[in-house]
């Protein structure tokens, strides 16, 4: 049985988002056309989407709006899918759909923060781009041909020399670097519930502390139960992700593996550090194996992740050890930072890191599987959700509507070992390259 950790108060957003608009649970029997179970990003935007084309949605939170991935991601806003190389993204899906999946990914954090421009969403939103720098010369032909390749999918984007990267970044350790434009970092939280009210303004219902117990036909309609209430639709999505709870409908929390992913967030840090460690307020994450990365908040906060670490990921002191030794090594200015808030969370990955529209049963559908790109990808899915509940031709949306499938089992693990095997692999690489100061072990 997959655990879902309860809202972990050490989660930073909990301390620093805009609050969170007031919502009713669910206590009594009510019918609309399409019931939307969950208020993270997918479900979130999927009734924002609809209620924009004149329907009224109800979404039926367990929890509050974010209280999943939704609120306790680390809210880079990257536009690209982890998986690489395209052409095997091409072997899995044909051409077609390929070539569209790319093109909704790339289109990700123009849909995040024209939202966030339109509904004036409060959430520390900075769109000055992802710099990926390279940890090794060798990275750096990889990561020309990602430049190019989504540069011709409508991303646009340089390459820095060794100088403008280590300028750019703050740190040494670079030997050159892709800057990402359009792209950028927010407060996920914030946005999460700054996307609860734009649904709610838009006519949207949202019922929270209401977790759905089960989903039963009724005829043609399908009866979203809770303890205390329940809906009665046409059309229902299961938009429960990486946090499904119950699961409120057979093997759901079976189409993904779950990944932990630690966020630690230093106190306000002294704003003349910023002139030096990422001045141009860009995100980072660079090509280490055991990827680095960075970013700061609007108070100065320097807020970092790892996927795992001590014992599989449940080892807080060493993890915490671990992270404070990675900064010094990348950012030695900074000194011993001082982790004041530190958090875990779950991603829900699938293979091909491609998120996957599943058709239940008939017009009861799930989408999950965002592999660490939630910000940007589910964003752009609510937009096709949205348009699936509307009736529109499958054949003609981004993701292509499957019959449901269980995830195989172990991928997680595979990756656990993966991100390992990427550490060994980064001091092997650091070793030919002649340096001399190697990246901490764990
Ligand atoms: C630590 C961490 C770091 C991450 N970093 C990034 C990042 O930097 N950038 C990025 O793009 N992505 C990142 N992600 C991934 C991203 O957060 C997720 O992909 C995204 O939030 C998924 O959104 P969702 O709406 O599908 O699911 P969720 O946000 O998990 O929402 C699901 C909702 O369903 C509700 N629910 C579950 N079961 C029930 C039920 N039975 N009845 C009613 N409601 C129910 C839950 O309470 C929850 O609110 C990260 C994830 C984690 C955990």
């Not at 032909?141 to 430049?147: E, I, P, V």
């Not at 999505?237 to 929390?253: D, E, F, Q, S, V």
Request: with cysteine; proline share 6%; net charge neutral.
């Amino acid at each position: 049985m997959k655990q879902i950790t309860e809202l972990d108060d050490d989660c930073v957003w909990h301390a620093t988002a805009v609050d969170a608009p007031v919502t009713p649970p669910l206590e009594e029997d009510i019918q609309a056309e399409i019931a939307i179970v969950g208020a993270g990003y997918t479900g979130l935007v999927t009734a924002l989407r609809l209620a924009e084309r004149g329907h009224e949605p109800v979404v039926v939170e367990a929890r509050q709006p974010g209280f999943g991935g939704s609120g306790r991601n680390l809210g880079h806003c990257t536009p690209t899918l982890h998986f690489w190389p395209y052409a095997k993204i091409k072997k899995l899906y044909g051409d077609d759909y390929a070539e569209r999946i790319i093109r909704m990914q790339t289109q990700g954090a123009e849909h995040v923060f024209s939202l966030i421009e339109h509904y004036q969403i409060e959430c520390e939103a900075v769109r000055n781009g992802i710099l990926r720098p390279a940890a090794s010369p060798r990275h750096l032909d990889g990561l020309r041909a990602q430049k190019e390749f989504y540069e011709k999918h409508g991303l646009r984007g340089h390459m820095l020399s060794a100088a403008e990267a280590r300028d750019l970044s703050g740190s040494q350790r670079y030997h050159g670097g892709w800057l990402m434009e359009g792209a950028g970092h927010l407060n996920p939280l914030g946005y999460a519930r700054g996307l609860a009210r734009a649904a709610l303004s838009r006519g949207a219902k949202i019922y929270t502390e209401s977790p759905v117990a089960g989903v039963e036909r009724e005829g043609v309609r399908w009866r979203v139960r809770t303890a205390t209430g329940s809906v009665l639709a046409e059309k229902v999505l299961m938009a429960t992700g990486a946090y499904t709870i119950g699961p409120p409908w057979p093997k759901l929390n079976t189409a993904f593996d779950l990944t932990p992913v630690a966020g630690l967030a230093s106190g306000p840090l002294d704003p003349e550090l910023r002139k030096e460690v990422l001045k141009g307020d860009h995100s980072m994450v660079d090509t280490h194996g055991d990827p680095v990365l960075y970013k700061w908040t609007q108070h100065n906060r320097l807020i970092t992740t790892v996927f795992f670490a001590g014992r599989m990921g449940h080892d807080r002191e060493a993890t915490r050890d671990y992270m404070t030794r990675k900064t010094k090594w990348v950012f030695p200015q900074l000194g011993e930072v001082k982790w004041e808030h530190y958090w875990y969370g779950l991603l829900d990955g699938q293979y091909r890191t491609v998120p996957r529209i599943y058709r239940l049963d008939d017009n009861v559908y799930s989408c999950l599987g965002y592999s660490g790109r939630g910000v940007p990808t589910a964003t752009a899915a609510g937009s096709v959700l949205a348009d699936l509940l509307e009736g529109k031709d499958q054949a003609e949306l981004s993701l292509p509507v499957e019959p449901f499938k269980r995830v195989t089992p172990g991928l997680a693990a595979l990756q656990a070992l993966h991100m390992r095997w990427g550490r060994m692999r980064d001091r092997m690489r650091h070793r030919l390259d002649g340096m001399r100061e190697l990246p901490p072990t764990l």
